[in-house]
């Protein structure tokens, strides 16, 4: 029997192989309270392959053998070329995968999308104070020396200001492409974008720097939050 | 020795059997703090047999042995046929039983009760801004997404508003069941009645998508709670 | 050989034996934020032994070897026939013990104290709204009837109205033994006395209803404390 | 083939060792949110040896392997004594550790660094209250007795104040040490320095004296952040 559904893509001893690292990515971003009731979802590029969490199942017990793989031979090679090489069966595809798929094009290794309440609450702050077109604007907090400065450009320092995008929701979330490419086109240094009423997409060369500046984001919304109900200003 | 108890209906080595499945999601409810100090509970119809998490029991030490079965034949059958087939020596039945049927009866496969904080405080949220009759509203938060708009019509769309009943509570668990019964026949497409100082009953198709609906209201009612002390409108 | 520290009474293959439950419940205490930095501490009387937790250790890491036990050869015998019947090398016994044996010698079986920064916080929102004489007070909400009306009575009902007494603390731990008897003198039914600036004394016929009973109320002073930021009140 | 990289110095069978006990607090420490997104850090001295959490690493997958070990021979040696005897490849060493051997040289056994968001709050709050100058205050909460009075002088008591001295953030973390240094020699009883907008070292002779003090203070910036909240005074 021949291995017709490349099963093969998503079996490996290796902990940190994509198909096993993705699952246990997703289990520890459900006890971080980032993709509560099946929300979110992560994908990670490896040569010119792509892993993708499928949509709808439980984060916490998702499995290597849900995950998607789609061909992507090289970044900036035309989107046609890119077709899924393994499908679970009974699983659909992530929404997702657009936005995912533009930021690989643009180099990322790994890419996640979490429906963190701060992220969300920050949205909603920042358009109350300063409007729909502003960004998310922090300084002067240690944390914010774990979000790179753009690509090559090391890390923020202390004394920099932090600016995180927004962009408005849409009513499908492929929809979202679009606004999310056009947001990096105005911010080519940054490696995350928040979604309003929706959450954040963050991305990093490899899945560690992806998931460690998601965690310095998410730690700095929720600062954030604390520090708007204690009066105290983000800049 | 027959097994005069029935106890074969609660041994199975299928982990996604009610018998397991209770108890694991009983100590998964603990860790979110959903069913503290033995309150809440669940059940979960298969076939003809409703299986029922006991009275009294600390949810996260839970074992298959401690499940209550009823006899169910099918939905819409006289109440008269319904009697347990299985009860576990020393323990009471779960007082929210009736209110399990009843959702039954509408062809639920699965129902959980909890005693989130975040459910209780906007009941007493709403009460105080929109008065006794009125349902929770929300809008236009993507988790919204993650609630179903009724039997067969599809998940709920970004810019829909969600409305969840609201019943007053009762002296004794069982005498919610009327209130329920009028709730879900006033809004035949819920999945949900938040019950007031209370909790909230959330049910589905399927255990897996009763607890994920369970997780995505209470993201709902905790992004509520924090909007509220942060000024910002749920609709 | 001889056994002459008496370590036969921590030794047991019985997971609910006392010298085994105790480590178990201080780790979930641990995980619950009860118990940080080695505040808190956990007794259970068994028969005519009492164990307890030591003072200074990390409640997430004791082991049964840690454990105290005293003679206790009934309620009610004169206080002078106790005795530390074992004593761990190395280790100074909890100076929460007066206060534990207070509430065995009213027949309980288990008692807990904990540190709980929610229980706190009600101590000084009672003493800001009511005075220093004022007990904590809440009702209809439904958690209420997880905790007992008193010995023999029963469970709380849904429209009653919950009261705790509270007690000043004092600069010695041993010192709060003669309030805790004061208080329980004036407040016979209570199963729980808060003390101000401190955290709460609970306690019940078995370690799995002083548990159960500590979490209802921990879940209620949570509760509490948010009903006061968004300005409910609790009764 | 030589142990050219001193590997031997950081392989134990001893839980207790500090290269394994590095690794075990470091995931703990990520459970308590205080390292998020690789921040934070630990070292520990025993006997001649430092053991140093390296810079960048995942805190909660560290390993044993990934621990610098600096040679320190005795405190008060010259500086210039001090070499790294081991480095892992492909790490760099901790930028703390100017500030971790400024506390080695007065005594200390372990230090801690965190990014607890409840200790950059207290220091923001301390700074609108009270300026930049003041130190952040609290009393007549139990948890203080957790707290040192300083060397050789027992723990407070209820009635004492507790104060943390808070220095200025700087560029660069290893900058920070002199500052570190000033506020010791300012407030010579501390075993903690706050940094504002950063988070906090503390320090004990042990790591589990180190630990738990931790543990305790972080209990009372939380609590001092929602006394704020409630309107309520921290002395």
Redesign the interface.
């Given at each position: 029997m021949a291995d017709q559904n490349n099963d093969h893509l998503v079996q490996s001893d290796d902990p940190d192989h994509p198909a096993n690292l993705i699952p246990r990515l997703c289990k520890q971003f459900y006890t971080l309270g980032w993709v509560?009731?099946?929300?979110g979802g992560t994908s990670i590029r490896k040569d010119e392959h792509v892993f993708i969490a499928p949509s709808g199942v439980?984060k916490e017990l998702m499995q290597p053998e849900n995950i998607f793989v789609l061909d992507f031979p090289t970044p900036k090679y035309p989107p046609s070329a890119r077709k899924y090489i393994r499908k679970p069966l009974n699983l659909k595809p992530s929404a997702c995968t657009p936005l995912f798929l533009a930021t690989f094009e643009r180099g990322a290794g790994c890419c996640i999308h979490t429906?963190s309440?701060w992220a969300?609450?920050v949205t909603?702050?920042t358009e109350?104070m300063h409007g729909k077109d502003a960004c998310f604007e922090i300084s002067?907090?240690?944390?914010i020396k774990?979000v790179p400065k753009g690509p090559g450009k090391g890390m923020h320092?202390?004394?920099d200001t932090l600016r995180i995008p927004i962009i408005e929701?849409?009513?499908f979330e492929e929809d979202l492409t679009e606004h999310l490419e056009k947001a990096i086109e105005q911010y080519p240094d940054t490696y995350a974008v928040l979604?309003r009423?929706?959450?954040i997409y963050v991305w990093g060369d490899t899945p560690?720097k992806a998931?460690?500046?998601c965690?310095?984001l998410?730690?700095l919304f929720?600062?954030a939050?604390?520090?708007?109900?204690?009066?105290?200003a983000w800049t």
């Open positions: 509560t009731g099946t929300g439980q429906h309440q969300v609450l909603l702050l109350k002067t907090i240690e944390q774990g320092d202390f004394f929701n849409t009513a979604v009423r929706h959450g560690a998931k460690t500046l965690e310095s998410d730690y929720q600062l939050v604390e520090m708007h109900k204690l009066g105290l």
